[in-house]
Structure formats: C-alpha cells, structure tokens
C-alpha cells in the first residue's frame, strides 16, 4: 500500500472518529429561531436537476430518475460539488413538488449513507456549506417528512457542527476558512443547544478578517470572485448575528467596509466581476445582493483596487489589471495577466479574458493562465510571468509594475501602467498607456515595447547580435466576448464590433503591426466546454529599443449615445 494511501486511510479513520464523539452530544432539538434563507439558486439548474442532468465542475453527467449519490463522479472537484449541497439552493429556486421530493429523498439519503463520515464531503469547508443549506432550506427539507427522518437530520446538525468546531483549524487559510467559521457560527446560533460554539468561531473569524484582508480590502490572491465570496460569508455572519442579539464584532465591520469599495471596484458596468486570476463574473445577483445586505455605501476612491485599475465613461467601464501577479500559497492560481484589461459597454461585455479554464482539464488551466489568453501584449511563445521549468503551479518569476498611475480628467481617465516582464529575456519592458473619454464612447491606446535601461538596452542587443535581426516577434490581442459579432472592415484596416444591444464599436490602428481576426475561446464554469469567440489581433517585431503601437476602440458614429437594452437572458443551457 501505497504512503499516500495509508494517510488517506488514516484521514478517514480520524474524520469517522470525531464524528463518533460529536455523535455522543446530545442532539439539537430545534432551531432557535425559524431560518431564512441567505443562499440564492437558479431556477433552470433546478430544472435540469430535477430532469436528472447533474452540471458539477465542468462535467455534465445525465442519469434521469437516479439519485446523485448513484451518479459516478467523473472527478473529485464533481463530488466535492455535490456533497457541499449548494445544489439544494438550485431546487430550492424552482421550489415545486418534484423539487422538493429530489431535495428530500437526496439529502436523507446521504444522511443514511454519509453521515458517519464516508464519502466525499468532509473538508471543513464543504461541511460548512452544507451546514448552511441545511438551515437555510430546512422547512424545504422537513416539510411532509416522518419523525425518525427529521430527528436524524437534527442529530447529523448537531454532530456535524460539534465535528466542525474541532475541525474548521485544518482548512486552508483564506476562502475555506471563511467558509469553515461562517457555517459554524451560523449553525451554533440557529440550533437550540449549540450556542457555546458561536463565540470561539467569532473569535477566530475576527482574527482571518485582520490576516487575510489587507487594509485596502483585497485578499492576497487577487481573485476578485474569490474576494465576492469572502464578502458574502462574513455578510451571512453579520447578519446571523444581529438578528441573535450580538453584536458582530467591529473587527467583522471594519473588514466588510474596506471590501465593499473594492468590489464595486471591481464591477463591470453589467453588474458582473472582472475575470482575473481564476475567478469568473461571480453568481447572478450574488454580489448586488452581497452589497445590499452589508449596508455599506462607500463608492471606490481614485486608487487601484487590490491591484486593478478602473476606468469608467457614461455606460462603459475598463478594468485593467494593474500589478504582479501573486505568488506563494496565494499565487496557485495567478494568471499572467499584468497589463491585460476587459472593457463592457452596459449590458455587454465586449473584451475580455479567456478566463479559468480550471473546469476543463489541466491543459485548459494551464493555457488560461499564460498571457496570450488575456487582452494584452505578449512576446510570441513567452508569458509575462513564467513558471520554473516542470512546475506548473506558482510563478518562478513575476512580471513587476514599475509604473502605475491613473490620471483623472475633465474629458475622461488616463492610465499609465508598464512592467518589466521580459526585461530579463528580451531586455523589453511594456508600456501601456490608456485613455477613456468622459462619455465612454472611446478608448485609446499606446502600446510600447521598449529596453528602458542600460541593462536591458544591452540584453536586447546581444539578442540581435544572437541571430534575431528579424526582431522579436510580439502580438497584441483583444479577446471578445463570444455575444460579440466581429469582421474585419475597410478592407482589413479595421474590425467592426456588433453588440447584441445594436451598438456598434470599430476597432482601428495606427499601421504599426498586421491587424487579423482569429479564433479565440470564452472559459466559464458552469459550461461544458469552451465556447468558440474571436479575438483582435496585431501582430508585428521589435528590431529597434522602441516599438510603438496605437490604437483606438471606439463607438460607430451613428451608435445612439444611449441605448434601451432591456432583452433578457436565461441562464445560457451548457452546450
């Protein structure tokens, strides 16, 4: 037997161990108070469960009329998903009888097969999570149901919040944490008999808040759906303890004021999170609904916000990634993204990111991750940030900001970003310079790749004398949404830009590089594979110290300054 095998055995024997214990307290005998849900599904993935499609961490399994817990997993990040029960918000949005039964006949019967500690689902963090669901959807859950079975969902309550009060130290620091403390403090107050666990959780909670959020409300890992999420939990914790008569402690209030700038920083004019280093556009309605319970009314200042620059013009908004990526334990899931920016013009995003391809295999990961995946300029076959040969999960080197500055004006925000990224390969340094108008109808651009020291003038040169008078080849892309309807215009000296809205944006250059357009792909989560969009691209060499590149995406002059776009879209069907 393999070492890796006997720890896992002994990590089982440890989990069914502690449950035995936590089984031995007596059992909760209700809720304190009748809960309310905090949790928000969707109504066409309750359908689509209820119809027997399971969509968990990009793998679609469709077994009709079978439990979940009959599904075989494709994977582990599918069963993870499953026992964490964030499912049960899906049926509990479609909430009619066919819902409900699916709710019930699944959730009792993981409790007879799961409870005593087998199974996928006994991380802190997922023992948290459905912790949670089972409170907020208890009445959804009990409803119609026997005796015996509600007393063995209070039993499995309470042992699974005595099993977490022991076990929430061994989740990872940040995001599993968060959600480790939320659930316990959010189960020791809605359970009558558990209350002696809500201040040791509060306690340790306040403590993460002073260690994971700096004093500009980001999180080491610079994922801005990953900072939503924070966000969301410690709202959950607020509120759950307000409305027991306890006062949240000011270190909880300090930290949600501080995070409540940055993510309306970090807003796309749609309402959607920028998509950087993993993280996607964050749940419908998750963080408007986040922002609204937390109360907190602070708009961003004129800074960088967790290392994101934001411009902003009537209805369009510009988001660009402003600083190295991270590194360490909080880097596993950095992009090389220094410099890259998406822009959405209303209700459509227009450039933007490839995104996590996480869901999709590590290949997919991987290329998320490199440069060319994100709106920016890249030398042809290297990142901006590197890892070490064979290790691909932090990065070995870094792209460093050596400039970052916003320049606010009357007609409009300047931003001027450079990093040295390939000072060390090409002796090439990026310079981007960015420009949106007041109105948010224009977007201009110069970029330079330029040796802007002696050492780097040097390393450039010994390049060319290496064989490459040809120059180093480099492109710069704009990836588009996959809404976007794209063509190349004025007989390829322009690409014209077609929203579903109607508005139309040309994208022109300044002849500096050949202008094409090719495929691309859009990564999200919650579908099954890639979707197919296009991409801007200039391509051309860097011979001399400087190469120049100006550009403009701009609004067609016949776009209306404003237009109604009231069309409404279901959550897309994964295709």
């Known amino acids: 037997m393999s070492s890796d095998a006997t720890e896992t055995g002994k990590h089982r024997l440890g989990i069914r161990w502690a449950l035995w214990r936590a089984s031995k307290v007596p059992a909760s005998t209700g809720f304190v108070s009748q809960p309310e849900p905090r949790t928000i599904g969707q109504y066409n993935r309750g359908r689509q469960m209820v119809a027997g499609n399971f969509l968990f961490a990009g793998h679609l399994v469709e077994a009709p009329g079978a439990s979940i817990w009959d599904v075989r997993a494709p994977d582990p990040a599918f069963a993870r998903e499953a026992h964490g029960f964030a499912w049960l918000d899906d049926l509990a949005a479609l909430g009619d009888g066919a819902a409900r039964l699916k709710a019930q006949d699944w959730t009792y019967d993981w409790i007879a097969r799961y409870g005593r500690g087998s199974g996928?689902?006994?991380?802190?963090?997922?023992?948290?999570?459905?912790?949670?669901?089972?409170?907020?959807?208890?009445?959804?859950?009990?409803?119609?149901?026997?005796?015996?079975?509600?007393?063995?969902?209070?039993?499995?309550?309470?042992?699974?919040?005595?099993?977490?009060?022991?076990?929430?130290?061994?989740?990872?620091?940040?995001l599993p944490r968060f959600e480790a403390l939320t659930g316990m403090i959010c189960a020791g107050l809605a359970l009558k008999g558990m209350e002696g666990h809500v201040g040791p959780a509060v306690a340790a909670l306040a403590a993460d808040c002073l260690r994971e959020v700096d004093g500009e409300g980001g999180l080491p890992t610079r994922n801005p759906e990953e900072l939503l999420e924070v966000f969301t939990l410690l709202t959950w914790a607020a509120q759950a303890l307000s409305e027991a008569g306890r006062m949240p402690p000011p270190e909880l209030n300090?930290?949600?004021?501080?995070?409540?700038?940055?993510?309306?920083?970090?807003?796309?004019?749609?309402?959607?999170?920028?998509?950087?280093h993993g993280g996607g556009r964050g749940a419908e309605g998750r963080l408007d609904h986040a922002l609204a319970t937390a109360g907190v009314r602070t708009m961003p200042a004129a800074r960088l916000a967790m290392g994101f620059a934001r411009l902003q013009g009537g209805r369009t908004t510009v988001i660009v990634d402003a600083a190295a990526p991270p590194r360490a334990r909080a880097g596993r899931g950095a992009h090389a993204s220094t410099c890259a920016l998406e822009l959405t013009s209303g209700r459509r995003p227009v450039v933007v990111s490839c995104g996590s391809g996480a869901p999709f295999g590590m290949?997919?990961?991987?290329?998320?991750?490199?440069?060319?995946?994100?709106?920016?300029?890249?030398?042809?076959?290297?990142?901006?940030?590197?890892?070490?040969?064979?290790?691909?999960?932090?990065?070995?080197?870094?792209?460093q900001v050596t400039t970052a500055r916003l320049m606010p004006a009357e007609d409009g925000t300047g931003l001027q970003l450079a990093h040295d990224g390939w000072a060390q390969t090409h002796g090439l340094s990026h310079v981007r310079d960015l420009f949106l108008a007041a109105d948010g109808r224009k977007l201009s651009g110069i970029e330079k790749l330029a040796a802007l020291s002696v050492a780097q003038k040097n390393r450039f040169e010994a390049l060319m004398q290496d064989g490459r008078l040809g120059?180093?080849?480099?492109?710069?892309?704009?990836?588009?949404?996959?809404?976007?309807?794209?063509?190349?215009?004025?007989?390829g000296a322009a690409v014209s830009l077609a929203l579903k809205s109607g508005e139309i944006w040309v994208f022109q250059?300044?002849?500096?590089?050949?202008?094409?357009?090719?495929?691309?792909?859009?990564?999200?989560?919650?579908?099954?594979?890639?979707?197919?969009?296009?991409?801007?691209?200039?391509?051309?060499?860097?011979?001399?110290?400087?190469?120049?590149?100006?550009?403009?995406?701009?609004?067609?002059?016949?776009?209306?300054?404003?237009?109604?776009?009231?069309?409404?879209?279901?959550?897309?069907?994964?295709?």
């Open 471 to 491: 120059g180093v080849a480099f492109d710069l892309r704009f990836h588009l949404h996959p809404d976007v309807d794209a063509r190349l215009d004025m007989g």
């Open 363 to 399: 290949e997919w990961r991987q290329a998320g991750r490199a440069t060319a995946s994100h709106s920016t300029l890249a030398i042809e076959g290297y990142s901006s940030s590197r890892f070490a040969p064979g290790e691909f999960t932090t990065f070995h080197e870094t792209a």
């Open 120 to 174: 996928a689902g006994w991380s802190p963090d997922l023992t948290a999570r459905r912790l949670i669901r089972w409170i907020n959807h208890a009445f959804f859950l009990m409803s119609g149901r026997k005796s015996e079975q509600t007393g063995g969902y209070f039993r499995l309550l309470t042992s699974q919040t005595v099993y977490l009060s022991r076990a929430w130290k061994n989740a990872a620091p940040g």
């Open 254 to 276: 300090s930290v949600m004021e501080r995070i409540a700038p940055t993510l309306r920083a970090l807003r796309h004019a749609d309402g959607g999170l920028a998509r950087f």
């Open 509 to 575: 250059h300044d002849g500096g590089g050949k202008l094409s357009l090719e495929a691309s792909v859009y990564l999200e989560r919650k579908r099954l594979r890639p979707r197919p969009a296009l991409q801007i691209i200039l391509r051309t060499s860097a011979i001399d110290f400087e190469t120049r590149l100006g550009w403009t995406l701009a609004k067609a002059q016949d776009t209306p300054l404003a237009i109604r776009d009231l069309s409404s879209e279901e959550m897309p069907i994964p295709s």
